[in-house]
């Protein structure tokens, strides 16, 4: 197609063309320069399979991430870490938020425990309540008893 005025018709390339390298967007020796680039990178590079590791390490970082190995500090880090998990020994690794964090953890089993010695202000307040709860139960049920007897009685007398 000559080009002369612009007539508002576009040509596309066909898949063809794309593949040939023949299409108008890029000269024809561009395939053939890249072929040659790919063939001779492969003849550099020894016949080897890769293990998973040097996969791992091959793989591509964004921006600088691959030149410098940094510890983000605005990295969201695991926020609950449980008492039994937390090494003693490791206490001067943790920051102050998990340190509260263990020592909130901690303090929670220690008062549950206590709770179930009944040894707290309200495990003995509680007790207390039960305690006369569980008497007045009985006494109610004392009573009932006692009705029913009675009742049971007056029945037997209307009988005779």
Known sequence: MARGKPTGERTFSSEEELAAGTSAGRPKSFKKKQVEKEVYERREEPIEEEDEEEVEKTEKHKGTAGLIEIDNPNLVKPKSIKAKDVDVDRTAGLSR???????????????????????????????????LIRQERAEAAKKREEEKAAKEERKAEARK
């Open 97 to 131: 938020r998990e340190r509260e964090e263990i020592e909130k953890q901690r303090s929670i089993l220690h008062y549950k425990r206590l709770q179930e010695e009944g040894k707290t202000d309200q495990a003995t307040k509680d007790l207390d309540r039960l305690s």
